[in-house]
């Protein structure tokens, strides 16, 4: 996959983020949402490939889509398979509150998972603590090894967890064993990166949330060196039936980083409001600044950018 990607993608992240900014705490989730999936999707349409959407916007949210098997980019060019969320912490941002993006995850066609809108059980850590993980062992057992294999003690560790009923049992868990907890109202890809940032202070990523932001995520991780596994959920046999039909057959699989997001992959985020990962867009007469990260698995490179914008230059904006 050709490496000048990176840059043509982070731009396209760039243009939904700044164009939901203009949103941020007005109250409107669909206004918020519409305009970065139709920011994306003018931005995708002026790149050279060939694309499918493949992790989009779910009807879950009946905010306009990009939907599962849309075509994006001019048509031609090399074929590449996108996992994306224009953006990601919708409810986030149309409160005002911190780690909303906008993220894009590019794979080689045929290299994601085509995960359902259905809950993923999820478990991710950065690089230090790689291969110490196993869904199968309780919370308790990955801290522990994640503390030996991080060379610290279980109460060094920072948990980040989803603040929802379901998770109730999950946090009484992680308190008992002395575990310091971060909760997040939204936002679950943001938090498995900041596992592979060493200042963020999040060291791990526990709990269920959407299965297509865990592909998302895995994507992220794999640039980065990190280590994620995710079990489907399924609480409705409607569920399974449109699992089955994306190819889904093993309801109990546990799935490593590997078979997630395979072969080379990359990943690009903007932040659009402020979060442990990236800053939000800040504006000022006439522009703003974004802050974003792009990333290759095949080189394993990591770029912080950021970019100001003027306005009078840009007139998409």
């Not at 995710?230 to 546990?254: V, Y």
Request: aromatic letters at 6%; charged letters at 25%; glycine letters at 12%.
């Amino acid at each position: 996959m050709d490496r000048n990607f990176a840059m043509e993608f982070v731009r396209v992240t760039e243009m939904a983020a700044l164009a939901s900014a203009r949103l941020m705490g007005r109250g409107d989730e669909k206004a918020a949402d519409h305009e970065a999936v139709e920011a994306m999707r003018k931005m995708l349409g002026s790149i050279q490939f060939d694309g499918t959407v493949v992790i989009g916007e779910g009807e879950r949210d009946e905010a306009p889509m990009l939907y599962i098997g849309e075509k994006v980019g001019k048509g031609e060019g090399p074929k590449l398979d996108l996992a994306l969320d224009p953006l990601e912490g919708t409810t986030i941002c149309a409160k005002g509150g911190n780690n909303s993006l906008s993220v894009i995850a590019i794979a080689e066609e045929g290299n994601f998972l085509h995960a359902p809108d259905v809950y993923m059980q999820k478990i991710a850590v950065g690089p230090s603590a790689k291969g110490a993980i196993n869904l199968k062992d309780s919370a308790t057992k990955n801290l522990q090894r994640i503390a030996e294999a991080k060379r610290c003690r279980v109460d060094d560790l920072t948990v980040a967890i989803l603040d929802r009923p379901r998770h109730e049992a999950l946090i009484a868990e992680v308190r008992s064993v002395g575990a310091r907890i971060w909760l997040i109202g939204d936002g679950d890809v943001s938090a498995a990166i900041a596992t592979c940032k060493p200042d963020s202070g999040v060291d791990v990523l526990l709990g269920s949330g959407g299965a297509p932001e865990g592909v998302i995520a895995a994507a992220a991780l794999r640039c980065m060196g990190g280590d994620f596994q995710g079990q489907l959920i399924f609480r409705k046999e409607d569920e399974r039936a449109r699992a089955s039909k994306m190819g889904i057959s093993d309801f109990d699989r546990i799935y490593g980083i590997e078979e997630l997001a395979r072969g080379k992959v990359m990943f690009c985020a903007t932040g659009v409001t402020q979060g442990p990962l990236l800053n939000g867009v800040r504006f000022f007469s006439g522009g703003a600044r974004t802050h974003s990260v792009v990333m290759r698995s095949e080189s394993k490179t990591v770029r912080w950018i950021e970019a100001e914008h003027h306005f009078e230059s840009k007139p998409q904006y």
